[in-house]
């Protein structure tokens, strides 16, 4: 069975702090994506990486897919209360099936 | 607004019964996937359609079926309804099966009592 754990599952910051949440696995993706989502809401595509490897920036989040393509991680620099949310990564798994991790429950205060 | 349809929005109901959720896809996508989240499973991939036909599958139960109609909306049937079967249900669409962004309905929640 393949898993994608995230961590850590909880993250609770100050506005203006910088973080990282990460997104492991033993398995190879052959593409991995990362989602937000809010309370009451379906979760939001953010970015989507490829390449092992890749780096993909995305105002003040940044998304790296590992070389070997079995992890990722995001970094937001300077957060803000909108980023508070769900982020979900999922690894895409075959040709049409995703697997999403365990999620990373992200609170920014003000 | 994803443009992702879902209804009901909420739904409750007790063990045993059986229920129907209703997603519209985006106008222009031939792709529906249906997922479920609860608490203690996350987001889990149930299964996918394109263009009325089944796809792929994941970890979707015997007491579940699903079906894509001609004008492409599609319909999850959970029967046998019990107490673990209360979670938020997502229905997504793509243009293709293959194509990397699916765009996420608002969801059903469904309780089970």
């Known amino acids: 069975t393949q898993l994608l754990e995230q961590s850590p599952q909880f993250l609770s910051i100050q506005e203006g702090e910088n973080l990282t949440v990460y997104c492991n696995s033993s398995s190879v993706f052959s593409s991995l994506q990362w989602y937000r989502q809010e309370p009451g809401e379906g979760p939001v595509l953010l970015v989507t990486v490829v390449t092992g490897g890749e780096v993909k920036k995305l105002k003040r989040l940044t998304f790296q897919f590992g070389d070997a393509r079995k992890d990722s991680s995001l970094h937001i620099t300077a957060a803000q209360p909108g980023d508070t949310g769900l982020y979900l990564c999922?690894?895409?798994?075959?040709?049409?099936?995703?697997?999403f991790g365990t999620g990373t429950r992200l609170k920014v205060l003000a | 607004d994803s443009g992702v349809t879902q209804t009901p929005k909420h739904l409750i109901t007790a063990t045993g019964q059986r229920v129907t959720l209703r997603c519209s896809p985006r106008?222009?996508?031939?792709?529906v996937y249906w997922y479920q989240q609860s608490l203690d499973q996350g987001l889990q991939f149930l299964i996918q359609y394109y263009n009325g036909e089944e796809r792929a599958k994941g970890n979707i139960l015997e007491r579940f079926s699903a079906q894509q109609f001609p004008d492409l909306h599609s319909e999850l049937n959970l029967s046998s309804l019990e107490l673990g079967d209360s979670a938020l249900y997502f229905c997504?669409?793509?243009?293709?099966?293959?194509?990397?962004?699916?765009?996420f309905g608002p969801g059903t929640r469904l309780l089970v009592l």
């Open positions: 106008s222009g996508d031939l792709s």
């Open positions: 999922a690894g895409k798994s075959g040709t049409y099936k995703y697997i």
């Open positions: 997504a669409s793509s243009v293709a099966p293959q194509q990397e962004t699916q765009y």
